[in-house]
């Protein structure tokens, strides 16, 4: 029997809590001798597949890595970067040329977001007539999310917008959702940690009086699983004990982390309901990649996206001594200036990204391997040149082992502009999603 199949799969339950546990040393063997005595073949960790995107472009002189191959040095912006050097691919010479104008005119911020997963041409329009295309994270949650208790999880940190003219003449809706169910259906990301985790370990059974008392009280969805848990542990041998213990240590630190923006949001926000979203950025974007983190280490899901800022965000960056808004400072028409700033900007995005990564390395499966062996995560943007509003060779990353199946350590030069679909289908065929085209793709890209 495989080691994922849904009947096998081992959940804490308790009033106001449903907890999907990660596997344990112990399903493995309990796997490897059910299949011994039906001639099955056992599974393997599953691939998780993350999509995370940051705006405004790059500046690309301090994005791109001098040499290729295993021999590279990170500049300026992949700094972070640094301690998982060896975990990442930095791929140069990806394309979306469905995020160009094609005869559109302007609306290059709209399009980069729509297109970015897409790799459709949005129909121009800021009316109720919008039409894209299937995202690839749906496509692979089509087939891959029968098996987990989320098909897919969308994340952001700006609320999303479902209508309205927001970028010459184009809806809202492209410009600030990054997943897509359908043609027609923008699947918005959630920006409330607090929703992000219910989502995840509260109980749809649970009575609504009860899990508002639960949240007035600051209780912890552990307290109500603690009768569960102490009986699983009294069955678990020495290292999943430790597994069980790291994984709901990771659960109680981001509850604690969402109870004290709550705290926080009750002082100062006029006595309206409390929400968990921290009033610092950094910390915001951190629980987010926490959610992500549990959510695949759970197995909760094996599929996300990430939409950290939408493009054409106008957000600032005091802390970082860049007070202008993102989005100005990027038609920076060379200014050393505003050049500056926005290597500043992209570093600091890159810092964040670098967390996740760690993160997902340091947290182990339980066949001894990390969560990022066993993952695939492309982040990036759909420009490159921001001023120049290119669509062209973007800045894109893919980090993971992809269950062996992906050689990270180098930096890989296409011979010639490559579209981006073509990196989806090969992801797809690693994650076993069958697919042979997707949006403008020509074929596959097996150089990762």
């Known amino acids: 029997m495989p080691l994922n199949d849904p009947s096998r799969r081992r959940f804490l339950r308790g009033l106001g809590a449903l907890i999907a546990l990660p596997a344990f040393e112990r399903t493995l063997a309990e796997s490897a001798r059910a299949a011994a005595a039906t001639g099955a073949v056992t599974g393997g960790s599953p691939l998780r597949l993350a999509f995370i995107y940051t705006p405004n472009g790059a500046i690309m002189n301090h994005w791109t890595p001098q040499g290729t191959g295993s021999d590279f040095t990170l500049p300026e912006i992949l700094s972070p970067l640094g301690q998982v050097k060896s975990r990442i691919q930095v791929i140069s010479g990806l394309k979306h040329d469905k995020g160009k104008a094609n005869g559109d005119g302007g609306g290059d911020h709209a399009r980069a977001v729509a297109s970015f997963l897409t790799a459709t041409q949005a129909r121009k329009t800021a009316g109720n007539d919008i039409r894209l295309g299937i995202s690839i994270d749906q496509l692979a949650a089509s087939q891959l999310g029968a098996e987990t208790p989320l098909p897919s999880l969308e994340l952001g ?45 509260g109980s749809v059974s649970e009575d609504p009086a009860h899990r508002q008392r639960r949240l007035v009280q ?29 994984y709901l240590t990771g659960v109680r630190e981001a509850e604690a982390k969402i109870q004290r923006s709550e705290k926080f949001s009750a002082t100062f926000d006029g006595g309206r309901r409390p929400e968990g979203i921290p009033g610092d950025y950094t910390e915001h974007i951190r629980l987010m990649y926490d959610m992500m983190v549990l959510a695949f280490q759970s197995d909760s899901t094996r599929v996300a996206t990430f939409l950290v800022a939408h493009d054409g965000s106008n957000r600032t960056f005091p802390q970082l001594g860049v007070p202008d808004n993102h989005h100005g400072i990027s038609h920076h028409r060379k200014d050393p200036e505003k050049l500056a700033k926005l290597v500043k900007v992209g570093k600091y995005y890159m810092e964040q990204f670098a967390y996740f990564v760690g993160k997902m390395a340091a947290t182990r499966e339980a066949d001894g391997s990390s969560l990022l062996d066993h993952s695939a995560l492309v982040f990036g943007g759909g420009m490159s040149d921001p001023d120049a509003h290119s669509h062209e060779d973007l800045p894109i990353i893919l980090a993971g082992g992809g269950n062996g199946t992906l050689h990270p350590g180098r930096h890989v030069v296409t011979n010639q502009p490559v579209p981006m679909a073509n990196l989806y289908l090969s992801l797809l065929d690693r994650a076993g999603v069958k697919a042979e085209r997707f949006g403008d793709s020509t074929g596959r890209f097996e150089q990762i």
Not at 158 to 184: H, I, L, M, P, R
Not at 218 to 245: I, M, P, T
């Open 157 to 201: 940190c700006d609320q999303a917008v479902k209508a309205g003219n927001c970028d010459s003449g184009y809806s809202c809706a492209y410009q600030f959702n990054f997943s897509w169910k359908n043609e027609t259906m923008p699947l918005p990301p959630e920006h409330d940690p607090r929703l992000v985790f219910e989502k995840l370990f």
């Open 218 to 246: 600051r209780r912890s969805v552990l307290d109500f699983v603690l009768e569960d848990a102490n009986a699983l542990q009294s069955s678990l041998g020495y290292h999943d004990k430790q597994k069980l213990e790291e």
